[in-house]
C-alpha cells in the first residue's frame, strides 16, 4: 500500500484513508453539511403548522368543518343579520295564510306552519340564535374552566381544596336542572339569547377544569417553570404564559365538544320551556311548539332537528381531528383497535399450528423411538453459582 493510502499518525499500522478524505474535501463536504442543515432549519416548521398539517389530513373532521360552514353561512346570508337583509324573500316574523296546508312547495321550502310563517326562514332563525347559545356557553364555560383549573393545580392546598369542591358540586347536581335554573332566571331577568348563553356557560366549565387542573399539576414540576420563577416571573405570568398554553390542545378539544353538547342542552332547555321565548325562534322551541305536528306535518319536527343533528355531529367530527391533531398516538391507537381483531386471529391461528406440530412430534416419536424426534426433557432449574465451578445442586454442565 502506498504512503499516500496510510494513515500518518498510525504508528506503522497500515490504515487506509477513505477516499476524498484530503483537507480540500474536508472542507467542501463540511459545506455541504453546512448547508443542509441551514435548509432543514429553513424547512422547520412550528407546533402550530404541525397540528394544522395533521388536521388537515383528517377527512372526517375537514368534511364535517366544510359542512359546517356551509349550513352557516346559508342560514346567515339567507336571512340576514339584523338590520342585514338576505337572499330569502320572506321573513320569518311575517305572518300570511297557509298555501295548500302549509306542505313543502317551490315558493316554501320547508313549508309554513300554523300562523303562515315560512318555516325555512323560522328554521334558519332558529339555527342562528342555537348557534348563537352553543358558541357562548363553549367560549364562557373554557374561559372558567381554564383559570380556575390551572389556579386549583398550581397553588394546590387550600385553594385547591375550595375550588375542587366548589366542582364537584357542579358533579353532584345534574347539568340539565342547573340549567334550567338558569334558564328560568335569565327569562326574567333578560329574554336574550346572549345572555341564556353566557348564564348556561357559567355553569358548564367543570368538567374541563379537572382536566386542566390535572396537566397543569404536572407541568408545574418542569424545568422551565423553575427556571421562570428563579428569573422573577410573577404567579400570573407563569400561570397564562406557560402553564395554559401548553394545555392549549386538551382546551380546544373540550370546547369543540362543549359547543356540541351546549346545543343539545339549549335544545332540552327550550323543549322544556326553560330556554329561548318567543317571539325568538330557536332548533328546540320549534321541535317543542311543533311536537304534536309529527303525525300530521312531519317536517315541522324533522328539519329543526335535521339541523341540530348536523351541528352536533360535525361539530363532534371537528373536536375528534383537534384531538388526533394534537395527540397523534390517539390515531395510531384506533387504527391498532382497528385491525386488533385480525391480527388476534393470526396469532391464534399460528398458535394452533404448532401446538398441532408439538402434538404430531411427540406421536412419532412414540410410535418410532428409533428414528421419531423425542422432545427434550426439562432440566431442573440450576442453583445459583458460586465461583468454584459447581453450584448448590452440584458440578457445571
Given at each position: 500500500?502506498?504512503?499516500?493510502?496510510?494513515?500518518?499518525?498510525?504508528?506503522?499500522?497500515?490504515?487506509?484513508?477513505?477516499?476524498?478524505?484530503?483537507?480540500?474535501?474536508?472542507?467542501?463536504?463540511?459545506?455541504?453539511?453546512?448547508?443542509?442543515?441551514?435548509?432543514?432549519?429553513?424547512?422547520?416548521?412550528?407546533?402550530?403548522?404541525?397540528?394544522?398539517?395533521?388536521?388537515?389530513?383528517?377527512?372526517?373532521?375537514?368534511?364535517?368543518?366544510?359542512?359546517?360552514?356551509?349550513?352557516?353561512?346559508?342560514?346567515?346570508?339567507?336571512?340576514?343579520?339584523?338590520?342585514?337583509?338576505?337572499?330569502?324573500?320572506?321573513?320569518?316574523?311575517?305572518?300570511?295564510?297557509?298555501?295548500?296546508?302549509?306542505?313543502?312547495?317551490?315558493?316554501?321550502?320547508?313549508?309554513?306552519?300554523?300562523?303562515?310563517?315560512?318555516?325555512?326562514?323560522?328554521?334558519?332563525?332558529?339555527?342562528?340564535?342555537?348557534?348563537?347559545?352553543?358558541?357562548?356557553?363553549?367560549?364562557?364555560?373554557?374561559?372558567?374552566?381554564?383559570?380556575?383549573?390551572?389556579?386549583?393545580?398550581?397553588?394546590?392546598?387550600?385553594?385547591?381544596?375550595?375550588?375542587?369542591?366548589?366542582?364537584?358540586?357542579?358533579?353532584?347536581?345534574?347539568?340539565?336542572?342547573?340549567?334550567?335554573?338558569?334558564?328560568?332566571?335569565?327569562?326574567?331577568?333578560?329574554?336574550?339569547?346572549?345572555?341564556?348563553?353566557?348564564?348556561?356557560?357559567a355553569v358548564s366549565w367543570a368538567g374541563l377544569a379537572r382536566l386542566v387542573r390535572s396537566q397543569v399539576l404536572s407541568l408545574r414540576e418542569r424545568e422551565y417553570v423553575d427556571a421562570a420563577r428563579a428569573m422573577g416571573a410573577s404567579t400570573t405570568r407563569v400561570v397564562f404564559k406557560h402553564l395554559i398554553p401548553n394545555t392549549i390542545g386538551t382546551v380546544l378539544v373540550n370546547a369543540t365538544l362543549s359547543i356540541a353538547a351546549a346545543v343539545l342542552l339549549e335544545t332540552s332547555l327550550s323543549f322544556l320551556g326553560y330556554g329561548v321565548k318567543p317571539p325568538s325562534s330557536s332548533l328546540g322551541l320549534l321541535i317543542s311548539t311543533y311536537q304534536n305536528s309529527f303525525t300530521v306535518r312531519p317536517w315541522l319536527?324533522?328539519?329543526?332537528?335535521?339541523?341540530?343533528?348536523?351541528?352536533?355531529?360535525?361539530?363532534?367530527?371537528?373536536?375528534?381531528?383537534?384531538?388526533?391533531?394534537?395527540?397523534?398516538?390517539?390515531?395510531?391507537?384506533?387504527?391498532?383497535?382497528?385491525?386488533?381483531?385480525?391480527?388476534?386471529?393470526?396469532?391464534?391461528?399460528?398458535?394452533?399450528?404448532?401446538?398441532?406440530?408439538?402434538?404430531?412430534?411427540?406421536?412419532?416419536?412414540?410410535?418410532?423411538?428409533?428414528?421419531?424426534?423425542?422432545?427434550?426433557?426439562?432440566?431442573?432449574?440450576?442453583?445459583?453459582?458460586?465461583?468454584?465451578?459447581?453450584?448448590?445442586?452440584?458440578?457445571?454442565?
Amino acid at each position: 500500500m502506498s504512503p499516500k493510502h496510510m494513515d500518518p499518525n498510525s504508528n506503522g499500522d497500515e490504515r487506509p484513508l477513505v477516499a476524498g478524505s484530503d483537507p480540500e474535501q474536508i472542507v467542501s463536504l463540511a459545506e455541504v453539511e453546512d448547508a443542509k442543515l441551514e435548509a432543514s432549519a429553513d424547512e422547520s416548521q412550528s407546533q402550530a403548522k404541525l397540528v394544522w398539517k395533521r388536521f388537515i389530513r383528517h377527512k372526517p373532521a375537514m368534511i364535517s368543518a366544510v359542512i359546517l360552514v356551509v349550513v352557516l353561512l346559508i342560514s346567515i346570508t339567507s336571512i340576514g343579520v339584523g338590520p342585514i337583509p338576505g337572499w330569502w324573500p320572506h321573513d320569518w316574523r311575517e305572518t300570511t295564510t297557509p298555501i295548500d296546508g302549509g306542505r313543502p312547495s317551490a315558493q316554501h321550502w320547508f313549508g309554513q306552519e300554523n300562523l303562515g310563517r315560512d318555516y325555512f326562514a323560522l328554521t334558519m332563525r332558529g339555527l342562528q340564535v342555537s348557534v348563537i347559545i352553543a358558541f357562548l356557553v363553549g367560549i364562557v364555560a373554557t374561559i372558567f374552566g381554564t383559570i380556575i383549573g390551572a389556579i386549583a393545580g398550581y397553588f394546590r392546598g387550600w385553594v385547591d381544596s375550595i375550588l375542587m369542591r366548589i366542582t364537584d358540586i357542579f358533579f353532584v347536581v345534574p347539568l340539565l336542572l342547573i340549567a334550567a335554573i338558569v334558564g328560568k332566571i335569565a327569562g326574567n331577568l333578560v329574554s336574550s339569547p346572549w345572555f341564556l348563553g353566557i348564564l348556561l356557560g357559567a355553569v358548564s366549565w367543570a368538567g374541563l377544569a379537572r382536566l386542566v387542573r390535572s396537566q397543569v399539576l404536572s407541568l408545574r414540576e418542569r424545568e422551565y417553570v423553575d427556571a421562570a420563577r428563579a428569573m422573577g416571573a410573577s404567579t400570573t405570568r407563569v400561570v397564562f404564559k406557560h402553564l395554559i398554553p401548553n394545555t392549549i390542545g386538551t382546551v380546544l378539544v373540550n370546547a369543540t365538544l362543549s359547543i356540541a353538547a351546549a346545543v343539545l342542552l339549549e335544545t332540552s332547555l327550550s323543549f322544556l320551556g326553560y330556554g329561548v321565548k318567543p317571539p325568538s325562534s330557536s332548533l328546540g322551541l320549534l321541535i317543542s311548539t311543533y311536537q304534536n305536528s309529527f303525525t300530521v306535518r312531519p317536517w315541522l319536527f324533522w328539519w329543526p332537528g335535521l339541523m341540530i343533528l348536523v351541528i352536533a355531529l360535525t361539530v363532534n367530527f371537528i373536536g375528534d381531528g383537534l384531538r388526533d391533531a394534537f395527540d397523534p398516538r390517539q390515531a395510531n391507537v384506533k387504527r391498532r383497535r382497528l385491525f386488533k381483531f385480525g391480527r388476534v386471529d393470526s396469532a391464534q391461528q399460528q398458535a394452533e399450528q404448532a401446538a398441532a406440530s408439538v402434538a404430531r412430534n411427540a406421536a412419532g416419536s412414540m410410535g418410532n423411538p428409533a428414528g421419531g424426534r423425542v422432545p427434550a426433557e426439562p432440566e431442573d432449574h440450576p442453583g445459583p453459582d458460586n465461583g468454584s465451578g459447581f453450584n448448590e445442586e452440584g458440578p457445571k454442565k
